[in-house]
Each structure stands twice: as structure tokens, then as C-alpha cells.
């Protein structure tokens, strides 16, 4: 009979997948929460996010903003003492949240990470213009207008394509993206 596997386990198997040490032979020491410079955002510290899944603790993980506040500077990964690569654990943990769709409500990062996907699965490319807008009405009247400007004479100066650029094959890399995040193409 197959197991299912545990949260820490389905963690471990990301991590080995980019061939990462184990966050099993974490020794808590807490290098990684003190070298953080976003720790004091987060609603746990990258230790205490560690403890967590080796408690098999998913719900209370997925729901902590730690891994989308994470922002990857790697003073972690260089400094752990097990050679735990936690800048890459948090990539994982952000990539298993958008499969599970299991995230905590009202973080910018999981909807944006998303949007970013749907516009690459377009044309292969990332295009400023669709995804700037997407946020752009979220902005107050004097932040859309400064935005818009910025973006026009970018635009202008031939820094944003004015029209969306379209990779070959961009059928196989739909099915590929589709294949690493199970997202719609719309
Ligand atoms: S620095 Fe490494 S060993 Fe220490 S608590 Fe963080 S992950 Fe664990
Ligand atoms: S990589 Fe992320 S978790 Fe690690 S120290 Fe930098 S911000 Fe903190």
C-alpha cells in the first residue's frame, strides 16, 4: 500500500530535487533568525519555520507570511552551520503553497507570483504593461498617474516593448510551466 507522504517529507523531497541538505539535521541554533534582516516581519522566524515542518506542523506554516516575506538575500544559507540552504527552503514552501493554493489571505506575493505565471504563459515572456496594470487601480490617483507616466516614457524610450514579445515553441513551454505549477492558462 502506498503512504501518503508527510509534510516534511513532501519539503525534504523539494529540497532534494535542488540538491539541498535535509532541514532534518537542522540543530536549532537560531543563525539563520539572527542573520535575518526581515525576521522581526514575519509571523515566524525562519528557526522556528524549520521546527515547525519537522513537527509536521502544515496548516500553521502555510498560514505564517515567513516564506513570502523572505527576501532572498541568502545571509541565512551562507551562515547556517548544517549547510541548510533555507533561501531555497523558502522558495520551496512558496511553491508548494501556490500548488496546495493554501495561503494566508491578503499577502501581495501569492497573487502577484500567480499573475506573474498567467502573463508568461501568454508569450513566453514577461510583458510590464498587462502585469503593471493588474496593480496599477489598486494605487491611489496621484501613485496611478506617477506610475503611468514612468511607464509612458520607458515606454518611449524603447525600455518596455509596446508590443507583447512572443517566444518559439511556446506551446512546449506551456506544457512545461503547467507541469511545475498546475495553473490555468487564461
Ligand atoms: S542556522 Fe541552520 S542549523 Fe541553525 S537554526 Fe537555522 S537552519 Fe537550523
Ligand atoms: S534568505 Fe530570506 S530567510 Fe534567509 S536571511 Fe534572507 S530574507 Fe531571511
Not at 535535509?22 to 515566524?44: E, H, L, N
Not at 502585469?131 to 496599477?136: I, R
Request: glycine letters at 6%; one cysteine or more.
Amino acid at each position: 500500500m502506498v503512504t501518503k507522504p508527510s509534510f516534511s517529507e513532501e519539503i525534504a523531497s523539494l529540497l532534494h530535487a535542488v540538491h539541498a541538505n535535509s532541514v532534518k539535521t537542522c540543530i536549532q541554533c537560531g543563525t539563520c533568525s539572527g542573520s535575518c534582516p526581515v525576521a522581526r516581519f514575519m509571523d515566524y522566524t525562519p528557526r522556528k519555520v524549520i521546527a515547525m515542518i519537522n513537527a509536521g506542523l502544515k496548516d500553521l506554516v502555510l498560514a505564517g507570511n515567513t516564506f513570502w516575506y523572505c527576501a532572498s538575500c541568502y545571509s541565512c544559507t551562507v551562515r547556517c552551520p548544517r549547510g541548510i540552504d533555507i533561501a531555497e527552503l523558502m522558495y520551496a514552501l512558496k511553491r508548494y503553497s501556490i500548488w496546495k493554493n493554501q495561503y494566508k489571505e491578503g499577502l501581495v506575493g501569492p497573487v502577484f507570483s500567480e499573475t506573474f505565471v498567467k502573463t508568461i504563459l501568454k508569450s513566453g515572456r514577461s510583458y510590464e504593461p498587462v502585469l503593471a496594470t493588474s496593480y496599477l487601480f489598486t494605487f491611489g490617483v496621484q501613485e496611478f498617474l506617477q506610475e503611468a507616466q514612468t511607464a509612458t516614457s520607458l515606454m518611449l524610450k524603447g525600455r518596455i516593448p509596446v508590443l507583447r514579445p512572443r517566444i518559439k515553441r511556446l506551446e512546449n513551454f506551456r506544457r512545461m510551466v503547467r507541469r511545475i505549477i498546475p495553473l490555468g492558462g487564461d
